[in-house]
């Protein structure tokens, strides 16, 4: 017997303010709650036995479809009392579904999937589990499903990066699976499908496949979803059930109750839906609209793709585009609503007010006559889904990232950190980070948390005092490295790493939601000025290194400091290891924290020439926030990323010869294994990320940590890149190897690296990743982070979507130059023809 579980107990946090009073599997889409469109589905491919999940506001689902009689079905529910996960949820409801084929489905999806041919694929397959799947084209939000051809599913990944994107083909949540699955998961423990169950019964080899279904599938999952699902339905883009009858009206097409009585002066554009009971005054205008029962829409008013809920008032001359308005909601006259607005139940908005883009309001608000509501027009429209990229947060100075956005975040994070709680805030030297930093204080502040600032400082001083200290948290401001007109906030966990994706996401959750607690007048934080931060890292700083070894090798150095922040520590503590400096740039200016390729060539150049002039044994190079180093040989030649990995891989092995375990990105250079092989170390790869290099020095039993970017991390000192101990660290081997960089350069073996950045649209990286997965099928490859290709004689190529931009990385390394060309050409080739052949409309797979 097959029985359907419906998961409907999810809070919908990102469709507040709609769900502040109701369960997200209630939110009405063409005026029926998305969970009545599940059940008619089921019931459609004659699945009628029911039941229902549930947790959030419990009774309102209870409420609405009783025992499923009215649709044809039987329903039972079941009330978890905790998180049990997805597969531990279903597993709660074993009493009333033992012994039975189960079909599981989300509450908060609209699809029109064919579940039959699921179920009828599934018995065909001989399945255990089958995973029900669709092709998207951003598929960063969901769990990515790599399948063989005969739909064998042979790896999961759950919320991936652009690095791990393989596929555009993604986990709908819909699953058919037999009465011995889900008796492997255990009972009221959290158990996830995609985490924990799925990946065990690979690992148990039991089958496991996937279904390409065909058909319309989208996971409402915010209010920019919410609202393209309801146009998808008046596009025709989706089968569902409407109640009424369709007229053609002066062209349009409207869906409206049977005997509706249209007005003569009525303008209809496009698809309009109209619920029972609706009034329409003279001279409306209606545009791709759906209307829910009772509403009434006075005269010489105009809706525009917008949804209407129940019993809503609308008056005279009033004006909505592109908006979604709660029930039991009073709109005055001369209302101007613009786009992207969300209004919840039991509002009230005053004649004349205007409401500008991006507003959300709460139930039970009130906006007064005459009044204008407002939110910045930028930063709520890029953000309305997502706010980071890993753990940082980086928007256009001033606009996106102004003072309100960032006090609404430091307030969140500092909800998550809790009331009486420490959190340690820095920032670089520009005006705009000063503004950013104090708008967080006050948002920590707000919430309870207590704030060590520690003002200007790189940010290694940072995950030093956090490593060492007892707060919470951390955040740093700063410049973008890479734009001058962005500023990023980086967020930081109670070790100084960087903050760990679940608690990036927990943020997010209370962001959007707006729920988070501000502290009793009496708890509110307070701020300190902690006195020894740079003092402490000094001592640790001077008690990792081997400080009589570089003093006795006198070397004469110059220094760019980039006019950052470590200008204002370093000078001290290079003074002590008896090193002559000249230093450039060695003030603080916040305007020229962000180099732009030409400058950094230029600077470079300088620097080259100032040390060959000079006959200095080394040029070094910070960026502004003191993490990466950038180096110059003493024969005044700049030494690229790639090859300084590779020459400070061999100084460490040379002067550091109990040296066992290294770890370097994905993408680093195979002369890294050359050396390895040479001095019998052990090559961990990691993702090319700095968190991933982080984790390897935190967690894992390492000697050195390289990064390809001039990041070094010596987890003897600590878990993170620092330009300052890199260079005393660089310093220190030279002085016990007695080998300068150009010795070393001649004794690394040298390999051609060839890298091409290619345009590539978003919606369009994860069909060229799975296009590239079946192409590379039957080579030597692995996928830790992209697709990384092994060819005979040690040529590999490596294949990555940027994760930032709309960038696809193709980078190719080989013995010989003009292979290494060949190769990347072939994949530019490729890549670009799918790229035109998509853009002309000859795509003949479904997207």
């Not at 060695?586 to 060539?601: F, G, I, M, N, V």
Request: glycine letters at 8%.
């Amino acid at each position: 017997m097959l029985k359907a579980v419906i998961m409907a107990g999810g809070f919908g946090t990102r469709l507040r303010p709609l769900t502040s009073k109701i369960p997200k599997p209630m939110v009405p889409i063409m005026n029926k709650p998305m969970i009545e469109h599940i059940v008619r589905l089921l019931v459609a491919h004659g699945i009628k036995e029911i039941v229902v999940l549930v947790f959030y506001h419990p009774n309102v689902i209870k409420n609405f479809l009783k025992d499923g009689r009215q649709f044809g079905a039987s329903i039972q529910y079941v009330k978890a009392d905790a998180d049990y996960g997805t597969a531990g949820s279903v597993r709660n409801a074993y009493d009333l579904l033992k012994g039975s084929r189960v079909l599981v489905i989300s509450g908060d999806v609209l699809t029109d999937f064919d579940l039959g041919k699921a179920v009828e694929y599934h018995e065909a397959k001989g399945s255990k589990a089958t995973l029900v799947l669709t092709r998207v084209n951003d598929p960063l939000q969901f769990g990515l499903v790599i399948t063989e051809e005969d739909g064998k599913i042979v790896r999961f990944l759950e919320k991936p990066t652009w690095g791990e994107v393989f596929s555009d083909t993604v986990n709908t949540g819909i699953y058919v699976l037999e009465p011995e699955v889900l008796e492997m998961v255990p009972y009221r423990e959290e158990y996830d499908f995609s985490k924990q169950l799925f990946p065990q019964m690979l690992k148990q080899r039991m089958p496991l496949y996937g279904y390409a279904a065909e058909g319309y599938w989208r996971d409402v999952g915010n209010l920019n979803e919410y609202i393209e699902a309801q146009l998808d339905c008046l596009d025709n883009r989706v089968s569902v059930t409407t109640e009424g009858k369709t007229y053609e009206f002066n062209g349009a097409k409207v869906v409206a109750p049977a005997n509706f009585e249209f007005p003569q002066s009525l303008s209809v554009k496009g698809t309009v839906v109209l619920g029972s009971n609706v009034t329409i005054g003279e001279n409306v205008q209606l545009t791709d609209t759906i209307v829910g029962d009772n509403c009434s829409i006075s005269s010489y008013s105009s809706i525009h793709r917008s949804i209407l809920w129940d019993c809503i008032l609308i008056g005279a001359h009033s004006k909505v585009t592109g908006d979604v308005i709660g029930s039991n909601t009073i709109v005055g006259e001369d209302v101007d609503i613009e786009e992207n607005v969300f209004i919840s139940d039991d509002c009230i908005i005053g004649k004349r007010a205007h409401i500008r883009p991006n507003v959300k309001l709460w139930p039970k608000k009130v906006v007064d006559a005459g009044a204008t509501l407002s939110r910045s027009l930028v930063w709520e429209d890029k953000w309305l889904s997502a706010i980071f990229t890993d753990a940082r947060v980086t928007g256009t100075s001033n606009i996106e990232m102004n003072p309100e956005f960032a006090a609404k975040l430091g307030a969140a994070f500092g909800s998550l950190l809790g009331i009486g709680k420490y959190v340690v805030c820095s920032r670089d030297s520009d005006t705009v980070s000063r503004m950013i930093n104090r708008s967080l204080i006050v948002g920590f502040m707000s919430a309870g948390t207590n704030v060590y600032d520690l003002r200007t400082e790189p940010i290694p001083i940072v995950r030093h005092e956090l490593r060492n200290g007892k707060s919470a948290g951390g955040v740093h401001v700063r410049k973008s490295p890479l734009d001058p007109d962005l500023t990023d906030i980086i967020f930081l966990g109670p070790d100084g790493r960087d903050l760990p994706a679940s608690n990036v996401r927990a943020i997010e959750r209370l962001f959007f939601g707006e729920e988070f607690a501000r502290a009793p007048q009496d708890q509110a934080g307070d701020i300190f000025f902690p006195e020894r931060t740079n003092e402490s890292y000094r001592e640790d700083f001077i008690k990792s290194l081997d400080i009589q070894a570089i003093r006795d090798r006198r070397f004469n150095i110059v220094i760019d400091y980039s006019h950052g922040v470590a200008s204002t520590l370093f000078p001290t503590i290079v003074g002590s290891l008896g090193v002559r400096v000249v230093a450039l740039n060695a003030y603080l200016d916040p305007k020229r924290l962000t180099k732009t390729s030409r400058q950094l060539e230029k600077d470079l150049a300088q620097l080259e020439d100032i040390v060959k002039s000079l006959g200095y044994d080394f040029g070094f190079m910070f960026d502004a926030g003191g993490e990466k180093v950038f180096a110059v040989s003493g024969r005044g030649e700049f030494v690229n990323e790639d090859r300084l990995l590779s020459i400070i891989t061999k100084l460490f092995a040379v002067s550091e010869p109990d040296t066992k375990r290294i770890a370097v990105p994905f993408s680093a250079s195979r002369e890294v294994d050359l050396i390895a092989e040479e001095h019998n170390l052990e090559v961990v790869r990691t993702k090319a990320t700095h968190q991933a290099l982080m984790n390897a020095a935190f967690e894992g039993d390492f000697d050195f940590v390289g990064g390809t970017k001039g990041g070094f991390i010596f987890p003897k000192f600590m878990f993170a890149s620092d330009a300052m101990f890199s260079v005393a660290k660089i310093l220190e081997m030279t002085a016990k190897s007695g080998l300068t960089l150009s010795e070393l350069d001649k004794m690394v073996p040298k390999l051609h690296m060839v890298k091409k950045n290619m345009d590539c649209p978003w919606s369009e990286k994860g069909s060229i990743m799975r296009k590239l997965i079946e192409l590379t099928k039957d080579e030597k490859r692995e996928t830790i982070d992209g697709i990384k290709v092994h060819y005979d004689g040690g040529t590999w190529v490596h294949l990555l979507p940027d994760k930032e931009r709309p960038l696809f990385h193709i980078n190719a390394e080989s013995l010989n130059g003009d292979l290494a060309q060949s190769v990347v050409d072939k994949f530019e080739s490729r890549i670009a023809s799918w790229l035109s052949d998509w853009a002309d409309g000859n795509r003949k797979e479904p997207k």
